[in-house]
């Protein structure tokens, strides 16, 4: 047994002034759902086709649009500069102007019949949600619910495709313009009640603190902390930023994009860039975009492959839950992510090997409906659930809204170069794979599977601050769970000082031998 200092982890019920905040930030990305379902649904959507779509008789309404790449294009060049704009202007004045271009691009797109002004709206309304997504992701939250709360991302954008899914399809058979205003005025309601909820919201304390703010910095942590933790234990998490905030200045002269690529840093910048990427690499933007299609091929109806989608869309909301639990109570980042690539590893195999082998027959349909439904809730519950935590631990402080908005950059580029090549092999006039293509994507989260057991360390458990000291000290990813850091202890002696007594209630004693602990006393699993 050992006496070791932690901050103390309280439960979710006392963090609900704090969950609640972040989960009024988190809101921003239930746009992305909405979105996602309502231009996923215009090719279906005669009233709109026949206004801004060019004739092709392969497609079922003999009309087709393509407006997706130019939301991608938006949402690339807005997170590649949220670093810039988030280190002048900060992450609350970022949100609130994405919450203005949205409502710009959806007036626009709403009340213009050309074809042009559309395509401006798309553009508008990608900017917008490159921010929206970028700042809402990393907004700092206490270590043990940094998970909980970062994966709200995944909650909110199931939560938009259904809603968005549910109103397209209330609207898909009508023939004027409401068929598709009205799915496109459902993208009012994020920016209304992010705009509002942010009048509430503090600034980023470790923002304020890197602005020299230090007044404001406390204010701010004390509103999201304070009423969760003892004075005791609040001031010992306060210190412990100062001085992580303060080693961080000491170390970089400079902060700037350059930054990333530089000593320690650079190894932080690539293992972010590297979760992100594997959203991609998981196969989630081919299931998104093409399983429908392959349902519909299979031979189910349209309305059919509609309400299979809806019933993935749900259960993958199940798995963002199960998820949730999972990093809380059960196990650790980087185990949910290795999880997760071996379960969709096999969706996909399944979903290939079924098109190989029963081509054509009810089985192989059945196959395809069975392993997307499979996949939906895997991916769900382990590597959409986990990403975006981990990543935004990955990168330094001082550099998260650089290091994790070039990031989601890269993110949207790969998911429009698996956009721009899917095609090629599925359509019956190039490759003819169908799907097949599954098999591609099986051997792509084998090596995910590697990359997450080879480079990703464990961070479940460690504050912000203690996992800039483990980067510092080149730990490696086998000894990065148990390897003791000092930050905690010296910010207790600081606290000590200050507040006699603190020390014998803020040190605890526990096994250290126990499996579920590391040698300082924070949970592994």
């Not at 902390?225 to 010992?236: I, K, T, V």
């Amino acid at each position: 047994m050992a006496a070791v200092a932690k901050i103390p982890e309280t439960t979710l019920w006392a963090n609900r002034k704090c969950l609640l905040i972040c989960a009024i930030v988190a809101i921003a990305n239930m746009q992305y759902g909405l979105d996602s379902a309502a231009i996923g649904s215009l090719q279906a959507m005669p009233g709109f086709l026949e206004v801004f779509g060019y004739k092709d008789p392969s497609q079922p309404a003999g009309y087709a649009i393509d407006a997706r790449s130019l939301l991608t294009l938006g949402a690339f060049l807005s997170s590649l500069i949220a670093g810039a704009f988030a280190h002048f202007f900060g992450r609350k004045v970022a949100l609130w102007l994405a919450c203005v271009l949205n409502a710009v691009a959806c007036i626009i797109q709403i009340s213009t019949t050309d074809k042009v002004a559309v395509y401006i709206g798309r553009l508008i309304l990608g900017l917008a949600n490159g921010f929206l997504v970028t700042f809402s992701n990393i907004y700092a939250a206490p270590a043990h619910l940094r998970a909980v709360m970062v994966a709200l991302f995944s909650e909110w954008v199931n939560i938009g495709s259904i809603i968005g899914a549910s109103v397209t399809n209330a609207t898909k058979d009508r023939l004027d313009k409401a068929s598709y205003q009205i799915p496109l005025g459902t993208l009012f309601i994020v920016p209304t009640f992010l705009a509002l909820g942010l009048l509430f919201v503090p600034e980023s304390p470790r923002y304020l603190l890197y602005k020299g703010r230090i007044e404001s910095a406390r204010q701010s942590l004390k509103k999201l902390r304070g009423d969760s933790l003892s004075p005791e234990g609040f001031e010992l998490e306060w210190v412990e930023m100062m001085k992580g905030i303060e080693e961080e200045k000491h170390a970089a002269q400079t902060i700037g994009p350059l930054d990333m690529f530089k000593g320690t840093e650079l190894r932080r910048t690539l293992l972010c860039y590297g979760v992100i990427a594997t959203q991609t690499g998981a196969g989630s933007w081919f299931i998104i975009s093409y399983s429908t299609y392959f349902m519909i091929v299979a031979g189910l109806s349209v309305n059919d492959a509609f309400e299979f989608s809806v019933m993935n869309t749900c259960l993958g909301f199940i798995g963002v839950n199960v998820g949730m639990y999972l990093m809380r109570h059960v196990m650790g980042r980087r185990t949910v992510l290795m999880t997760g690539a071996v379960a969709q590893g096999c969706a996909m195999l399944g979903m290939a090997v079924s098109a190989t082998v029963a081509f054509g027959t009810v089985s192989a349909r059945n196959c395809v409906i069975a392993f997307t439904a499979l996949y939906q809730f895997s991916y769900n519950a382990f590597v959409g659930d986990a990403t975006y935590p981990t990543a935004t631990e990955m990168v330094s402080t001082r550099l998260r809204s650089w290091s994790v908005g070039s990031a989601i950059s890269l993110g949207y580029f790969l998911a429009w170069l698996t956009g721009f090549c899917s095609p090629y092999f599925i359509n019956p006039e190039d490759l003819n794979w169908g799907a097949k293509y599954a098999y591609i994507w099986a051997a792509s989260n084998l090596c995910c599977f590697v990359f997450f057991y080879l480079c990703v360390p464990e961070t479940k458990g460690r504050t912000l601050e203690e996992i800039d000291e483990l980067f510092a000290n080149r730990v490696s990813v086998r000894n990065f769970s148990s390897f003791k850091t000092t930050i905690v202890a010296e910010a207790l002696k600081a606290v000590e000082s200050s507040i006699p007594g603190s020390e014998k209630k803020l040190v605890t004693t526990e096994h250290i031998d126990r499996p579920d602990y590391n040698i300082e006393g924070n949970t592994r699993s």
